[in-house]
């Protein structure tokens, strides 16, 4: 029996997964979680608008419906091309007819000194979750020992679509948050300061988008820093490049993606920034039968430019690289993957998104934001996550902001 | 202006608080969590029947109602009742005119060997999802391993309400979960046993309701092991007085609550048992302006027992502490407790509780499970958690078992 082997069950692999259903052969899907993270929502779980749970989702649940398709837990140590066996850090080794390497991206810090260190990510439901425990110990803290003045600051680095949403969240959450829970503190002690070392933020989008969005956020509250650049990270704060130190005991990192360097480790081709090399129907280059799709691939769009690490070029690669594999398996030939633009969405707060949809069409505040929320609701793994955050939503719009502000653990 | 400092944001603290709304004075209410949980659906955290989010309430936010009360996160460490003071871990001293101390109960282990160190508990937030974590990891690695008849076995010691809830939801959630999730393992290999040192299930309750409960948990495979006492729990699995051991790697201790030995240490009048002596009006012996109300007080019943650990008597205690208080501010004098007994309820699994209301009246199977579902749906904190807890029960109810079982953190 063909033996198809997927590593990673993010958007790109559970694509492939899905894909492959029906065909003649055993499928592995391994993870390091026993759950799928819905990863574009993973900011309002940093800002106490969702729960953990609503925006996990288990694997095996999802498998009920895969009969052919046995999932395992672990992490993926080497490849090894010549004897077609994985090998995962427990030492198992996991033989394959085909591969498909699915393993998504990790905070990238661009080498600045001290961001690893002394910032937060929001990329995985434990970073997310640690941020929101640190904003509310912070506030407690403050609140407890009569810190009226204390300094709340949060500095948000990176002005795409991860920083917007991260900003425009945490400036709507203090100012609710400070006003009803914590009468004993100054709002204007908790400053939300958003850095972009271009000249606009939402640089993917269209300059009267990233406009908008500049003055959405700076209407709640966010101060927004263009051409800023950040030289380093201390843990009393943010350096800029001209020396300047924003003083902060928050600092979240939303500056961009990258490739985790063990992958580099794995022998297989890949390019200057770490992503895997793939030829035009997605099998990594040189090897024929192990393809890599979604955040770790190096995929270009038509005009030769890498696609962005996004959610929808994960589905339509993980979707085109399992397709080739069943034309390999009937003896057919494989296609060029041709990516689709769909588009893409921010949303900034309350009734406030932008969104740039394929045939050029813009739209911004209440019909982007319904755009937005529907799309994310629809897309959403589970039933009971869908029904769950729908009710977290329309709660927190009815109620403003009564989300789960709870500091777990420690 | 008068000044009441309640510890404690439990049932009792948070009764006592409800109860002094509209009282000329200023309310502190500490708690070293910035939420409080609902104790009685920790063992659904336990089982991934609710997630952790639907069982904490924020504090702050119950105080939007509640304009004179201030919250403050800590510790208790002392208290100086010559010089009417609190001390909290941190340091800090918080002065009162009338100390309520809810600092209610944990885990009692007997003086077991080996008890507190290998068992784990559900008592607390943090226990549950830790519990919840392990079951689920050890089904991943035996999954992921191929070890179909890898020991599965979980022990539950107690068979109280706390320790029967437990091996209910256990039994299902196995059933359900080896059924759907794991089809490589083997159901017979993940046994869950009950044991109880007395002769019965629920002493609590009457003999038929013990009855009741004993042949609903064995219908759903509990291996209940009645007159058994456990002599020492070790890490591989839990040793019996008459010497056998049975094997296990998941031991849930539910065999009782007790006083944090800390409290002994307050150099407050205390019974042998370690809970605080309090006299009819809920005074501390030998204190006049403290009051201690729920689990950590030794409070009475009219024939001189000691009242049960449960939400019940601590919320009746804490009201009526607040009524002593406002009557001393007023001038007038405190009256004695009488406590009101409601009646208990305890549930087994899918349409199988008992109950027993003061009259007399017992319920058991669906009429119970339903009145069990929604007196908690009731008492719940919070209008979104009572609707996140229905849908999840609803949902749960509907898909057999579809609950959010993912392996947080590490």
Redo the contacts between chains.
Sequence with gaps: MTRVVIVGAGFAGLSAMEELQGIDADVTLIDK???ATFQPLLYQVATAGL????V???V??M??HHKRV?????ILSSVDSAANEIGLL?G?RIPYDYLVLALGATTNYFGVPGAQANCDAIYT??EA?AVRNKV?AMF??A???GMKDFNLTTVVVGGGATGVEMAGALAELKQRALK???P?LDPSSARVILIEAQDRLLAAFSPSLSKYALSELQSRGVEVRLNTAVKAVHNNGVELADGELIDSKLMVWGAGVGVDSAVRSLGLAHLKNGRIEVGSDLRVVGANNIFSVGDVAGTTAADGTLLPQLAQPAIQTGKHAAGSIKALINGETTTAFKYKDKGTMATIGRRAAVAELSGGLKLTGSAAWLAWLALHLMTLL???NR??VL??WS?HYI?WG?G??????G
Tied chains: 1, 2.
């Design positions: 979680h026993n759950f729960n953990p749970g609503d996990a989702f288990p095996r649940t498998l009920r046995t999932f395992r837990q672990g427990d198992s439901l434990d979750l509310f407690e803290w609140a407890s020992h009803t829970d914590y004993a589970g039933v009971r029904l769950s009710l977290n709660w109620s009564r789960p502000k709870v500091i777990l653990g």
